[in-house]
Nanobody, 114 residues
Framework: QVQLVESGGGLEQAGGSLRLSCAAS????????MGWYRQAPGKQRELVAS???????NYDDSVKGRFTISRVSARNTVYLQMNSLKPEDTAVYYC????????WGQGTQVTVSS
């Protein structure tokens, strides 16, 4: 069974920074893609960023230039560095990992005040 544990959310002022972490544990050999989605109240879940095992990144246009996704494969951990935060970044952020199938983390709240 694969589990993802997230950390790093919280309350930050606009213009500030936060870093999210997501660590995968369980019995598996490798992880294909890891990434982050977010869901704001009343909105659909949307992809924020993803990173393949080969190093290919994908970002939503709204976060390009502000967010950076990275991973440490040896630790099965993915990070999301969020800079220049905006109030519209407020959401629950979910990490995911594509292993046997897509596994989701429990979600971590990010709140950006204006």
């Amino acid at each position: 069974q694969v589990q993802l544990v997230e950390s790093g959310g919280g309350l930050e002022q606009a213009g500030g920074s936060l870093r999210l972490s997501c660590a995968a544990s369980g019995k598996f050999i490798s992880i294909a893609t890891m990434g982050w989605y977010r869901q704001a109240p009343g909105k659909q879940r949307e992809l924020v960023a993803s990173l393949t095992s080969g190093g290919t990144t994908n970002y939503d246009d709204s976060v390009k230039g502000r967010f950076t996704i990275s991973r440490v494969s040896a630790r099965n951990t993915v990070y999301l560095q969020m800079n220049s935060l905006k109030p519209e970044d407020t959401a629950v952020y979910y990490c995911y990992a594509d292993i046997f199938s897509r596994t989701w983390g429990q979600g971590t709240q990010v709140t950006v005040s204006s």
